[in-house]
């Protein structure tokens, strides 16, 4: 079982910056794309950031420029960097794995960690 633990959430100022972390653990082989995807109060879920096993990274437009993803596949982590926020970036912020390859047993799945809340406000 892949299991994805995010840290870093919190509460920021406008202009403010924080940095969310993820980590994946179980028998991971390999993990095709980490992705970050929020949810604010009333939306969809949406695509903020990805970066595929060997690719580059894409990003919502919203966030480009303030935000950046980065991976570390020795580790199995993903993190969010992300620079002046502004309020409408507030919402529950989701790791995401797919085209995790697991050993034990051997499957290819995709997973969710299970949030963590970024609130923009003076």
């Known amino acids: 079982q892949v299991q994805l633990v995010e840290s870093g959430g919190g509460l920021v100022q406008p202009g403010g910056s924080l940095r969310l972390s993820c980590a994946a653990s179980?028998?991971?082989?390999?993990?095709?794309?980490l992705a970050w995807y929020r949810r604010a109060p009333g939306h969809e879920r949406e695509l903020v950031a990805l970066?595929?096993?060997?690719?580059?990274?894409n990003y919502a437009d919203s966030v480009k420029g303030r935000f950046t993803i980065s991976r570390d596949n020795a580790k199995n982590t993903v993190s969010l960097q992300m620079h002046s926020l502004k309020p409408e970036d507030t919402a529950v912020y989701y790791c995401?794995?797919?085209?995790?390859?697991?050993?034990?047993?051997?499957?290819?799945?995709?997973?969710w960690g299970q949030g963590t809340q970024v609130t923009v406000s003076s």
């Open positions: 995401h794995a797919g085209g995790v390859v697991t050993t034990t047993p051997f499957r290819r799945g995709d997973y």
């Open positions: 970066f595929t096993n060997g690719g580059s990274p």
């Open positions: 179980g028998s991971i082989f390999s993990i095709a794309v």
